[in-house]
């Protein structure tokens, strides 16, 4: 991977951080509060890539080692994700609600290929939060239009993943994240929202850092080490495509937890820390996470017969 050193890197500042409090308030319309909350995404990516193809040109680019073609397909990434703000203010103003407005962020990148690395993560997310989102939208249209823009999320995942030269299509599915899962880890970029912004009904688990164990991979060790300290007995529970998989550390020492990582993960996956190894990924559940790992999947095998 050309680029892998810089991608882990980040992988382990996003997953570090400390996501800020927000208030709370009651699901009332479900769709409404989905697309508010798809919005609030959307504006985060808008924001992302708006303040780099600002910063660094086509030639700041290139010296970083990627094509012309790369640097102007990122212009239609960014008019997506502007079409995409554009669309859900839109519906939401429509349906008679106040769009929520753009906030102040922070992104953790200071060069091409760092942003690149951290495009890629921040794409994964998005492709995460549609996805765990999509079960409880109860409008047809709703849900057609989310997958529309899920679809293109995708596909710019699968570009800058392999833009630093990871497998674009590392996992047979991809991988949905429930909304505080993906607060958690979308609110360590923002720094601020506008008082007149609706509370949307999320909260932020406690931070998980991924310590030691990059670059990671099946079967391989990793240290946890939750922000604050665990009583009790806890579990890794790590998220894959449509796997789910808890295992016990192998090692728990001064707040740091060794676990090896399941066969089944592959591609940007997630894990969190659990009271229990069932699976379940309730609120009342979640200890801590989800910190964000980054797997090679082993050599593909398939049946070449179409029979």
């Given at each position: 991977?050309?680029?892998s050193?810089?991608a882990?890197?980040?992988?382990?500042?996003?997953?570090?951080?400390?996501a800020?409090?927000?208030?709370?308030q009651d699901?009332?319309?479900?769709?409404?509060?989905?697309?508010?909350?798809?919005?609030?995404?959307?504006?985060l990516?808008?924001?992302?890539?708006k303040?780099?193809l600002?910063?660094w040109?086509?030639?700041?680019?290139?010296?970083?080692?990627?094509?012309?073609?790369?640097?102007n397909?990122?212009?239609?990434v960014?008019?997506?994700e502007?079409?995409?703000?554009?669309?859900?203010?839109?519906?939401?103003?429509?349906?008679?609600?106040?769009?929520v407005a753009?906030?102040?962020?922070?992104?953790p990148?200071?060069?091409?290929?760092?942003?690149?690395?951290?495009?890629?993560?921040?794409e994964g997310?998005?492709?995460?939060?549609?996805?765990?989102?999509?079960?409880?939208?109860t409008s047809?249209?709703?849900l057609?239009?989310?997958?529309?823009?899920?679809?293109?999320?995708a596909l710019h995942?699968?570009?800058?993943r392999?833009?630093?030269?990871e497998?674009p299509?590392?996992?047979?599915?991809?991988?949905?994240?429930?909304f505080?899962?993906?607060y958690?880890i979308?609110?360590?970029?923002?720094?601020?929202c506008?008082e007149?912004?609706?509370p949307?009904?999320?909260?932020?688990?406690?931070?998980?850092?991924?310590v030691?164990g990059?670059?990671?991979?099946?079967?391989?060790h990793?240290d946890?080490q939750?922000k604050?300290?665990?009583s009790?007995?806890?579990?890794?529970?790590?998220?894959?495509?449509?796997?789910?998989?808890?295992?016990?550390?192998?090692?728990?020492?001064g707040?740091?937890l060794?676990?090896?990582?399941?066969?089944m993960?592959e591609?940007q996956?997630?894990?969190f820390?659990?009271?229990?190894?069932?699976?379940n990924?309730?609120?009342s559940?979640?200890?801590?996470?989800?910190?964000?790992?980054?797997?090679?999947?082993?050599?593909?095998?398939?049946?070449?017969?179409i029979?």
């Amino acid at each position: 991977m050309r680029f892998s050193t810089t991608a882990l890197a980040l992988i382990a500042i996003v997953s570090g951080v400390t996501a800020a409090p927000t208030k709370r308030q009651d699901s009332g319309d479900i769709d409404a509060v989905i697309l508010q909350y798809a919005l609030t995404l959307e504006h985060l990516e808008n924001a992302f890539y708006k303040k780099a193809l600002s910063e660094w040109d086509e030639k700041a680019f290139t010296d970083a080692g990627f094509s012309s073609k790369f640097y102007n397909d990122l212009k239609y990434v960014a008019h997506d994700e502007e079409g995409h703000v554009v669309y859900l203010e839109a519906g939401l103003t429509a349906a008679g609600a106040m769009p929520v407005a753009p906030c102040d962020y922070s992104f953790p990148m200071t060069d091409p290929k760092s942003f690149v690395a951290l495009s890629s993560v921040i794409e994964g997310v998005g492709v995460s939060a549609y996805l765990g989102a999509a079960p409880l939208v109860t409008s047809k249209a709703y849900l057609t239009a989310a997958g529309a823009i899920l679809v293109t999320e995708a596909l710019h995942q699968s570009q800058q993943r392999s833009a630093i030269g990871e497998t674009p299509s590392a996992n047979v599915f991809g991988t949905p994240l429930g909304f505080n899962a993906v607060y958690s880890i979308a609110s360590g970029f923002i720094k601020s929202c506008p008082e007149t912004n609706m509370p949307l009904p999320v909260k932020a688990y406690p931070a998980l850092t991924l310590v030691s164990g990059l670059p990671t991979a099946q079967g391989a060790h990793i240290d946890l080490q939750p922000k604050d300290a665990v009583s009790g007995e806890v579990f890794a529970t790590f998220v894959s495509g449509l796997n789910v998989a808890a295992v016990a550390p192998q090692t728990m020492s001064g707040g740091m937890l060794m676990v090896e990582v399941p066969m089944m993960v592959e591609g940007q996956s997630y894990v969190f820390l659990t009271r229990d190894n069932s699976g379940n990924l309730t609120d009342s559940n979640i200890v801590a996470g989800p910190v964000i790992l980054e797997v090679t999947p082993l050599a593909p095998t398939f049946n070449i017969s179409i029979t």
